[in-house]
């Protein structure tokens, strides 16, 4: 079998690193991008190559943005008394995706982990503290993932931000919509049970 051109195969590497491919999936993403040039590889291309060079993160919030304070931190109708504490952008995104918050952001980069060496100034916290010093946020939400990382940083957050005044609050954990008892995990049953309410 005769091997594919250098820059063909170069962009298949580079295609196998992305998260969810492969580099089966790389292969088969590339040759649909090249037999669609015109239409899409074309595209595509200047569509990344404008991100490389105006994407930044958000002063702010730590969102991705082409300015230098993202859309949201700007949006006069957000409520600018709440703040979302999230991991990472794409928890932001899927937060956004819902459209069930009106509120603000705030973007940590990660989480804490003692053994990858990830303390708190490797984190937007100390932002975040500095943020809530204005005075004028009411909630802060911690947002993070139920993981052992997740809850030690939203413990680290809620002790470093207690003295703010404002109301610390979590998200709920438990039975997703549509979720069936017998496939979820002890954790998961656990947590909706205590967090169970009035029917």
Known sequence: MARNPTG?????????RLPGLGPRSARRAVLHLVRKRGAMMLPLAQAMEDVARNARECLRCGNISAHDICPICTDPAR???????VEDVADLW???????????????????????AIGPEDLRIPQLVS???????REV????NATVE??????YIAEAVQDSGAQITTLARGVPVGGELDYLDDGTI???????KAF
């Open 79 to 85: 409520a600018s008394g709440e703040i979302c504490v």
């Open 150 to 155: 997740g809850q030690t940083t939203a413990h």
């Open 141 to 144: 939400i911690l947002a993070l």
């Open 8 to 16: 063909i195969e170069a962009l298949i590497e580079m295609m196998a």
């Open 131 to 137: 943020r809530l010093a204005e005075g004028e946020v």
């Open 190 to 196: 656990m947590a909706a049970l205590r967090a169970r």
């Open 94 to 116: 899927a937060l956004e995706r819902g459209g069930a918050y009106r509120g603000r952001y705030h973007v940590l980069g990660g989480t804490l982990s003692a053994l990858d």
